[in-house]
C-alpha cells in the first residue's frame, strides 16, 4: 500500500542526480525524536518571530514533531525538526530574563494572558532537555547546482515531505521545484533551510516520502521562460485551488463581469489617468 519510493530507479530514468549531502544543513544521522504528544515546550511564534510562546506537541514523525501554540487556535499548527533553534524547554525564556508572549491570534483578552500562562503549565507534562538536539552546521556555500534531485517540504502542506529538483539557483538562494506538480508549490528559499533534505533522508529518518505527482510537468525543474510563463501561472493558480481547466475558465468569466472600475471625478488622480493632461 504504502511502497518505499526508489530514488535509484527514478534517478536512472529521469538521468539526474543527488544533491550532495554536503549542500543541507541537516544533521548526516537524523537525531533521535524524544518528544511525545501532549509535552509542552517554548517555541518560536512562526507567525511573530520575535515572540516566544508555549506550544503543544501535537504529533511525532521521524525526526519532526507537530506543534500548535498554547492559546492559539487549531488552524494554524507548524512543524519542526527536533534540532530546530526555534525550540526550547519550557523557563528557557525567563531564564534569559525574557517573557513569554501570547500567539498571535490568542483566543482571550491580553490582559488575561498571565493567568493563562500559569494555567496553562499547571501540571504540564514538560518536554526533557534531553529532546531538545543540537542544531546542525551551516554549509559555508550555496553548493546546490540546477537539475539535481532532493526532498523537500511542500509548505501549503507542511506534513509533507515530497520528491523534488533545483530549479534555479541564485546568490543564497534555491528555487525548489516539486516534480509532477507543474509549478503550483515550487518556492524559493535560502540554500541553508531546514526545509531541504537529501535524496534518502526520508528512508533513513523515518519520514514517509510523497512520490512525484501525475500532472504531466511542462517544466520539471528550471523556473519558465516568458513565452511559457503566463501559461503557467494561470496553470500554477489554478493547480494551487485546485480548479480543473473547465471550472478555471467559468470561474474567469465570473470575475470578468462582477468587475467594474468606478470613477470619482472629483478627484485628483495623476497625470496617467486624467483625461485632460
Ligand atoms: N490536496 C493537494 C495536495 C497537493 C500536494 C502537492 N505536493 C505534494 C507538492 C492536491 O492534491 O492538490
Known amino acids: 500500500?504504502?511502497?518505499?519510493?526508489?530514488?535509484?530507479?527514478?534517478?536512472?530514468?529521469?538521468?539526474?542526480?543527488?544533491?550532495?549531502?554536503?549542500?543541507?544543513?541537516?544533521?548526516?544521522?537524523?537525531?533521535?525524536?524524544?518528544?511525545?504528544?501532549?509535552?509542552?515546550?517554548?517555541?518560536?511564534?512562526?507567525?511573530?518571530?520575535?515572540?516566544?510562546?508555549?506550544?503543544?506537541?501535537?504529533?511525532?514523525?521521524?525526526?519532526?514533531?507537530?506543534?500548535?501554540?498554547?492559546?492559539?487556535?487549531?488552524?494554524?499548527?507548524?512543524?519542526?525538526?527536533?534540532?530546530?533553534?526555534?525550540?526550547?524547554?519550557?523557563?528557557?525564556?525567563?531564564?534569559?530574563?525574557?517573557?513569554?508572549?501570547?500567539?498571535?491570534?490568542f483566543r482571550m483578552n491580553g490582559s488575561l494572558f498571565p493567568m493563562f500562562l500559569v494555567k496553562t503549565l499547571n501540571g504540564a507534562f514538560y518536554s526533557p532537555e534531553t529532546a531538545f538536539k543540537s542544531e546542525p552546521d551551516t554549509p559555508t556555500d550555496n553548493l546546490f547546482k540546477v537539475g539535481q534531485k532532493l526532498e523537500a517540504v511542500d509548505k501549503k502542506n507542511p506534513h509533507l515531505i515530497c520528491v523534488a529538483t533545483i530549479g534555479d539557483v541564485n546568490k543564497n538562494n534555491i528555487f525548489v521545484t516539486f516534480d509532477g506538480w507543474r509549478g503550483?508549490?515550487?518556492?524559493?528559499?535560502?540554500?541553508?533551510?531546514?526545509?531541504?533534505?537529501?535524496?534518502?533522508?526520508?528512508?533513513?529518518?523515518?519520514?514517509?516520502?510523497?512520490?512525484?505527482?501525475?500532472?504531466?510537468?511542462?517544466?520539471?525543474?528550471?523556473?519558465?521562460?516568458?513565452?511559457?510563463?503566463s501559461a503557467n501561472m494561470k496553470q500554477n493558480f489554478n493547480d494551487s485551488i485546485n480548479l480543473t481547466p473547465d471550472s478555471a475558465s467559468d470561474l474567469e468569466a465570473g470575475i470578468q463581469e462582477s468587475c467594474s472600475v468606478f470613477i470619482n471625478h472629483e478627484c485628483k488622480c495623476g497625470p496617467f489617468m486624467d483625461s485632460s493632461k
Open 184 to 229: 503550483a508549490f515550487d518556492y524559493w528559499c535560502s540554500y541553508d533551510s531546514r526545509d531541504i533534505f537529501p535524496v534518502g533522508w526520508c528512508i533513513k529518518s523515518g519520514h514517509p516520502l510523497q512520490p512525484p505527482g501525475h500532472k504531466g510537468s511542462r517544466y520539471s525543474g528550471g523556473r519558465p521562460n516568458s513565452a511559457q510563463s
Open 1 to 105: 500500500k504504502n511502497p518505499v519510493f526508489d530514488w535509484d530507479n527514478y534517478l536512472k530514468e529521469t538521468s539526474s542526480s543527488a544533491a550532495p549531502t554536503y549542500c543541507f544543513k541537516q544533521h548526516e544521522v537524523s537525531p533521535e525524536n524524544e518528544f511525545k504528544p501532549s509535552m509542552k515546550l517554548e517555541a518560536v511564534d512562526p507567525r511573530n518571530i520575535t515572540s516566544m510562546c508555549i506550544a503543544t506537541v501535537i504529533g511525532v514523525v521521524g525526526p519532526r514533531i507537530r506543534l500548535r501554540l498554547d492559546g492559539g487556535d487549531d488552524k494554524n499548527d507548524f512543524w519542526r525538526l527536533v534540532d530546530s533553534t526555534e525550540l526550547k524547554p519550557i523557563g528557557y525564556t525567563e531564564k534569559k530574563g525574557g517573557m513569554l508572549q501570547p500567539p498571535l491570534g
